[in-house]
């Protein structure tokens, strides 16, 4: 069964608006990491933050976590036509056996 | 690009038949995991390998097996292939110095026929 679960599970935006999304998870982490995936792709590590932490920034990624209530949310900035892609959280303990959430369909509209 | 090789890129066959799924991690990686997304169940975790041998189990069915060689390179085998078995199959490796971070090859992707 899924680790993760994100919402929305598709966004559709203008450019130049904020994307948030959201991800839900079952058991306690060690870390948790967000990726990217280009249609048909391979997956594109983006950013991870560890259970210890609240909040990471990576250029205009911003990433919250929230391990009382078992969530994280994944905020970009200023959204790009080129941002268009889906997104996915992962979460594991040691990162052996990372589980991959359903992801969220962003669509970024010039 | 990630470093991580996958081959074939692309894979038709039929029902019944078995297919090998080459992948070449990155240089100096240790861990290669596979995974499989089809369009219904998301990517999921089929199984691990560290330095050859079996470290972490998925979802992976009987009929599917997998191996990592002294070189370091995996090959996931499919037999008895059914027509839900058509997925996209990604290969990802980590350096086990470096937390968290898979990097993911650009994947195989299976159509069974």
């Known amino acids: 069964s899924q680790q993760g679960e994100e919402d929305p599970q598709a966004l559709s935006i203008q450019e130049g608006e904020n994307a948030t999304m959201n991800c839900s998870y079952k058991t306690s982490i060690n870390n948790l990491q967000w990726y990217r995936q280009n249609s048909g792709r391979g997956l594109v590590h983006l950013i991870l933050i560890r259970s210890n932490e609240r909040e990471k920034h990576s250029g205009r990624l911003r990433v919250t976590l929230d391990t009382s209530k078992k969530s994280s949310s994944l905020l970009i900035t200023a959204s790009r036509a080129a941002d268009t892609a889906s997104y996915f959280c992962?979460?594991?303990?040691?990162?052996?056996?990372?589980?991959f959430g359903t992801g969220t369909r962003l669509q970024v509209f010039p | 690009d990630s470093g991580v090789t996958q081959t074939p890129k692309h894979l038709i066959t039929a029902t019944g038949q078995r297919v090998t799924l080459r992948c070449s991690p990155r240089s100096g990686d240790l861990s290669v995991y596979w995974y499989q997304q089809s369009l219904d169940q998301g990517l999921q975790f089929l199984i691990q390998?560290?330095?050859?041998?079996?470290?972490a189990k998925g979802n992976i069915l009987e009929r599917f097996s997998a191996q990592q060689f002294p070189d370091l390179h995996s090959e996931l085998n499919l037999s008895s292939l059914e027509l839900g078995d058509s997925a996209l199959y990604f290969c990802?490796?980590?350096?086990?110095?470096?937390?968290?971070?898979?990097?993911f090859g650009e994947g195989s992707r299976l159509t069974v026929l």
């Open positions: 390998y560290y330095n050859g041998e079996e470290r």
């Open positions: 990802a490796s980590r350096d086990p110095r470096v937390a968290g971070e898979l990097f």
């Open positions: 992962a979460t594991g303990y040691n990162t052996d056996k990372l589980i």
